[in-house]
């Protein structure tokens, strides 16, 4: 009588399969490598049973192995690929072999939700507690995981493609800018060009002029001493004449001779200022022709950074003045621009120093004018304060506000057309003041870290405001 507890042969795993399969990872032998206590182990199965080990081991018999290096079992590893491969040839000649577990050998009928995987019924003590269903209901909720997965990919493909898109967007846009900018450029050294070139022409104009007027003075000095010499040789001569005449007649004629060789005229001396003023014409030309140049150059204390600009603001093609655009510019959506808020920056901050500059704002009916810190919010809207890292003031609804928080209101005297921000950076300072009658109309102190940068907020309005150029003195020392 066969004893009850054996299994259906069938249901075992083969012999050889057995011999073949690693211990620790219940598989075919993959690198296999012989202890000295006789046991082979997968290479990676026993370097993983003895990471972070102090003291190596065997994972069977657990003898010490310190010190020693598992050899490469060579046998053991041929058989296993000669069985892999003759399994291999048996499936295909018999066609597609069900999957079975590794460790039990065993059907999967199951699939573990928490853990999700394939388990036959063996191992089911191996998953305490975890929800099991049938393999046949395991694949739809897979299939929903997945789908999902999926969905959550797909939306990343689209985000990346509209990213792709927005670069080349870019790049074109790029090319654009480039193509104004050298038009500008060009544009701008013609026109200095043909500046320097009517002051060439001046200069040398006024060169030519000089040069004609100190060679008419030479040759007038040169033309009366020709006639002087013309004079004087004739003189000469006919005093020699008189010389050779009769000795009687000669002493008779002496005094008169005498009186005629005293010579009258004036002796000829050199013109003071005879030369070309070189010192005038040459003298540190580059200088003096730089600062000819300042009536047909603007000084602007402050530029505008287009690259800031809402989509919604149209700003001049010298970068000093912004107004309303009429309809949404086609901007890349860069990381500096504002957007959706109306505001563009001044193109350079700065950490430290004194700086200024005057902005007309006529009767623009709602603006801001000041500084912010370089990380202010450009991506939403946000309230503009002094804990936002925004120090401005501005007028909106016929009412002049000092944007703290809460709003400070402005009294003053009359409507600015012009108003002036000063900065002093040391001092932590931000001042306001109405130039046309030089009344201060309101100052902030606070500590400023890191660099600060003009900001302008014109609003949607078609009246423009415009940075008004510095004058530029030279200090003579």
Excluded at 162 to 175: A, G, V
Aim: net charge neutral.
């Amino acid at each position: 009588m066969a004893d009850s507890s054996d299994d259906d042969i069938t249901d075992r795993p083969p012999l050889l399969e057995t011999d073949l399969t690693c211990p620790v990872c219940k598989d075919i032998f993959k690198e296999p490598e012989l202890l000295s206590c006789s046991h082979s182990f997968c290479k990676v199965c026993l370097e993983g049973s003895w990471k972070n080990q102090t003291k190596r081991q065997c994972p069977m018999c657990r003898k010490c192995c310190d010190g020693e290096t598992p050899i490469p079992n060579r046998a053991l590893h041929n058989a296993c690929v000669s069985y892999k491969k003759e399994r291999n040839r048996r499936g295909a000649t018999t066609g597609s072999e069900e999957e079975l577990c590794g460790l039990h050998q065993r059907p999967f009928q199951l699939f573990c939700i928490k853990d999700e995987e394939p388990v036959c019924v063996e191992c089911v003590t191996l998953h305490p507690g975890h929800e099991l269903v049938p393999t046949e209901q395991g694949v739809p909720f897979c299939k929903d995981e997945l789908t999902m997965k999926i969905k959550i990919l797909e939306s990343k493909l689209d985000s990346f493609k509209r990213m792709k898109k927005r670069y080349k967007e870019t790049i074109t846009f790029i090319e654009g800018q480039t193509k104004e900018a050298e038009n500008q450029i060009k544009q701008e050294f013609e026109r200095l060009h043909q500046v320097l070139n009517e002051e060439e022409k001046t200069r040398l104009l006024a060169l030519s002029r000089e040069e004609d007027e100190k060679k008419q003075v030479v040759t007038e000095k040169i033309e009366a001493i020709g006639r002087d010499i013309t004079g004087l040789a004739e003189l000469i001569q006919s005093v020699k004449r008189e010389m050779g005449a009769e000795d009687l007649t000669f002493l008779l004629n002496f005094q008169k001779l005498k009186r005629r060789t005293q010579w009258t005229g004036d002796d000829p001396r050199r013109v003071y200022g005879a030369l070309i003023n070189m010192a005038l014409h040459v003298g540190a030309l580059g200088y003096k022709i730089w600062e000819s140049m300042q009536a047909h150059v603007t000084c602007l204390p402050v530029i505008l950074d287009p690259n800031t600009a809402s989509p919604w603001l149209s700003i001049s093609p010298d970068f000093s003045s912004m107004q309303e655009s009429r309809e949404r510019q086609s901007f890349p959506d860069n990381p500096e621009r504002f957007d959706p808020c109306v505001f563009v920056l001044g193109s350079e901050g700065f950490s430290s120093g004194r700086h200024r500059w005057e902005v007309r704002v006529a009767d623009h009916p709602k603006w801001i004018l000041g500084v912010c810190k370089e990380s202010v919010v450009r991506k939403r809207k946000f309230t503009v304060t002094t804990t936002a890292g925004v120090w401005t003031i501005g007028l909106s609804k016929g009412v002049y506000n000092a944007l703290t928080s809460p709003r400070t209101v402005l009294n003053l005297e009359r409507r600015p057309e012009t108003v002036r921000v000063k900065v002093n950076m040391e001092k932590g300072e931000v001042s306001f003041w109405d130039t046309g009658n030089n009344k201060h109309l309101c100052t902030f102190n606070d500590k400023f870290t890191g660099k600060l940068f003009p900001i302008f907020g014109p609003g949607l309005q078609s009246t423009p405001i415009t940075i008004l150029p510095a004058k530029v003195n030279i200090h003579k020392q």
